[in-house]
């Protein structure tokens, strides 16, 4: 929990935004193969020059989006000066067990933003996200069709991260991740959409034997399965994105 000077107000963490949990019995024995692994697994050709086309073309498809989400975001700053800040704003997040900035449109009042731990990068500066009155306008829109995540296909271009894998985590996630146990994070980059967030909105939602099950075929199925798999999940996630159910 941190204190926000600006706003003057304390938030918990919301039990839904992170479900994550510890391996199972059950997991530890049926993918024993994964906890033996001392090292990242290599990404296969087929699934990197896959995600480097196709964030690049997203991008490039994005930018009427983009320029559309700054003119907002600029008019939505003269109109009422308390929402008014930059589009975009990163955190520090840890993929493949490195440490990158991962770039996302910011979606609250800047003074909801504890100005200290953003220049440390820390995800607890923008903790306050879950208090309704700290959205903005545009932050409410852009949330609720995941639109705050076009800017992870540049972190996808520079190699951070791919189309799908396990969801990266900001660091003091990450650490208690590890801490319960967990090792798909610390094999493979993290993704814009996991095997198990394309289940948001389900009971099943943060089930570690999803991302258990992805790092698994991730490691047995010949490159083209593997492919054949991401593009189903991705089929999946658009389905999700379309309901419009981010929070």
């Not at 107000?9 to 692994?37: D, G, H, N, S, W």
């Not at 991260?161 to 650490?175: F, K, N």
């Not at 010949?222 to 054949?228: A, Q, T």
């Amino acid at each position: 929990m941190i204190n926000t000077t600006a706003a003057k107000v304390q938030v918990e963490e919301p039990e839904e935004a992170f479900p994550y949990k510890p391996p199972t019995p059950e997991i530890k024995a049926k993918y024993q193969e994964l906890f033996e692994l001392n090292t990242p697994l290599p990404v296969p050709f087929p699934k990197l020059l896959f995600d480097k086309l196709l964030a690049l073309s997203i991008l490039l498809c994005c930018l009427p989006i983009i320029f559309f989400l700054l003119v907002f975001n600029v008019l939505e700053g003269l109109f009422i000066p308390e929402n008014r800040g930059p589009l975009f704003f990163y955190y520090n997040a840890v993929s493949r067990g490195k440490v990158f900035k991962k770039w996302k449109i910011r979606l609250i009042k800047t003074k909801y933003i504890d100005q200290e731990l953003k220049a440390k990068g820390d995800w607890h500066a923008y903790k306050n996200e879950w208090i309704p009155e700290a959205r903005t306008n545009l932050g409410k829109f852009v949330k609720k069709f995941y639109l705050d995540e076009i800017p992870q296909f540049f972190n996808v271009l520079a190699g951070d991260m791919s189309i799908v894998g396990p969801r990266p985590l900001a660091i003091h996630h990450y650490e208690r991740d590890q801490a319960q146990g967990n090792v798909p994070r610390t094999l493979i980059r993290g993704g814009l959409l996991g095997y198990g967030h394309i289940r948001k909105g389900t009971a099943e939602f943060g089930l570690p034997i999803y991302e258990y099950e992805y790092v698994y075929r991730y490691k047995n199925y010949s490159p083209w399965k593997v492919l054949k798999l991401d593009l189903w999940i991705i089929g999946k996630g658009i389905l999700v994105m379309l309901k419009g159910g981010g929070y």
